[in-house]
T-cell receptor, first 112, second 115 residues
Framework: EAGVVQSPRYKIIEKKQPVAFWCNPISGHNTLYWYRQNLGQGPELLIRYENEEAVDDSQLPKDRFSAERLKGVDSTLKIQPAELGDSAVYLC??????????FGEGSWLTVV | AQSVTQPDIHITVSEGASLELRCNYSYGATPYLFWYVQSPGQGLQLLLKYFSGDTLVQGIKGFEAEFKRSQSSFNLRKPSVHWSDAAEYFCAVGARGSTLGRLYFGRGTQLTVWP
């Protein structure tokens, strides 16, 4: 069974530029999460989807971050414009009901 | 407010020695409890989880954890550490419900293993 797939793995951009991350969850997993992990910290939830619906986006900086999950499968997280403080690892994860949350390998963003 | 405390930022042990990583949480009710491991450049891998029942939980790679309600703790243990266990370990908690919602993570404990 394929795991959670994320792309790109690494991205370096200049500040004020846009960037997008893509996530393909494990097949059949209805819950999808985007977490951000700053250096030396644990992950923090940005947004959680149940199927197509964003049910928890309270920590998503909506002035510059946006996310979508079309057809309840793949998801895209966008930052526009990026700031220096957005440098972090963006982790996508998925789960099915009360089963384990599986994480992808992450998208490493450096804003210069 | 929900919080997870991992008091040890960095632990160094010798290969073959025993290991205990501490985790304390603050939560309104008994949450779901997790330990994840992250190797450099990788995502998080679940080691074990506690939902209910036996408070001593067995996980992968020879790890176990014990839930102690009175101490709000969920410490991770391994009787004999291998060099391949060197990684960062995260404790996490989540609310009980029909699905797994937001997980709150500690800041992690970096484990170094001496040969």
């Amino acid at each position: 069974e394929a795991g959670v797939v994320q792309s790109p793995r690494y991205k370096i951009i200049e500040k004020k530029q846009p960037v997008a991350f893509w996530c393909n969850p494990i097949s059949g997993h209805n819950t999808l999460y985007w977490y951000r992990q700053n250096l030396g910290q644990g992950p923090e939830l940005l947004i959680r989807y149940e199927n197509e619906e964003a049910v928890d986006d309270s920590q998503l900086p909506k002035d510059r971050f946006s996310a979508e999950r079309l057809k309840g499968v793949d998801s895209t997280l966008k930052i526009q414009p990026a700031e220096l403080g957005d440098s972090a690892v963006y982790l996508c994860a998925s789960s099915l009901k009360l089963n384990t949350i599986y994480f992808g390998e992450g998208s490493w963003l450096t804003v210069v | 407010a929900q919080s997870v405390t991992q008091p040890d930022i960095h632990i160094t042990v010798s290969e073959g020695a025993s290991l205990e990583l501490r985790c304390n949480y603050s939560y309104g009710a008994t949450p779901y409890l997790f330990w994840y491991v992250q190797s450099p450049g990788q995502g998080l891998q679940l080691l074990l989880k506690y939902f209910s029942g036996d408070t001593l939980v067995q996980g992968i790679k020879g790890f176990e954890a014990e839930f102690k309600r009175s101490q709000s703790s969920f410490n991770l243990r391994k009787p004999s550490v291998h060099w391949s266990d060197a990684a960062e370990y995260f404790c996490a908690v989540g609310a009980r419900g029909s699905t797994l919602g937001r997980l709150y993570f500690g800041r992690g404990t970096q484990l170094t293993v001496w040969p």
